[in-house]
Nanobody, 121 residues
Framework: VQLQAFGGGLVQAGGSLRLPCAGS????????LAWFRQAPGEERDFVAGISWGNGRTVYADSVKGRFTISRDNAKKMMYLQMNNLKPEDTADYYCAAQSSGVMTSPVYGYWGQGTLVTVSS
């Protein structure tokens, strides 16, 4: 599967952004999907994930209640709706897909390129 993330940009603190991730491949619906982010000089951290079967969602504590992950298998799309953004959310955001493994671990088989989100204070 191939992934392409886009939709990043500059936003003021308290604002919102939605990041789409476009997928390709006939097995898209069979993959667990996730968003990770990486700030300069930092490790790549799990943000949110959504399973392939029942659509179970998991969020990092830092984004719970502010971010929402969703997927549209028919369109082969995944989204990350980010509300009430904070300066500490500034990072490159990556979408990822895997057929098996731990959802929160950054050991995914497929990655999109990063899209930069900058939150100004």
């Amino acid at each position: 599967v191939q992934l392409q993330a886009f939709g990043g940009g500059l936003v003021q603190a308290g604002g919102s952004l939605r990041l789409p991730c476009a997928g390709s491949g006939h097995s898209f619906r069979s993959y667990t999907l996730a968003w990770f982010r990486q700030a300069p000089g930092e490790e790549r951290d799990f943000v949110a994930g959504i399973s392939w079967g029942n659509g179970r969602t998991v969020y990092a504590d830092s984004v719970k209640g502010r971010f929402t992950i969703s997927r549209d298998n028919a369109k082969k799309m995944m989204y990350l709706q980010m509300n009430n953004l904070k300066p500490e959310d500034t990072a490159d955001y990556y979408c990822a897909a895997q057929s098996s493994g731990v959802m929160t671990s950054p050991v995914y088989g497929y990655w999109g390129q990063g899209t930069l989100v900058t939150v100004s204070s």
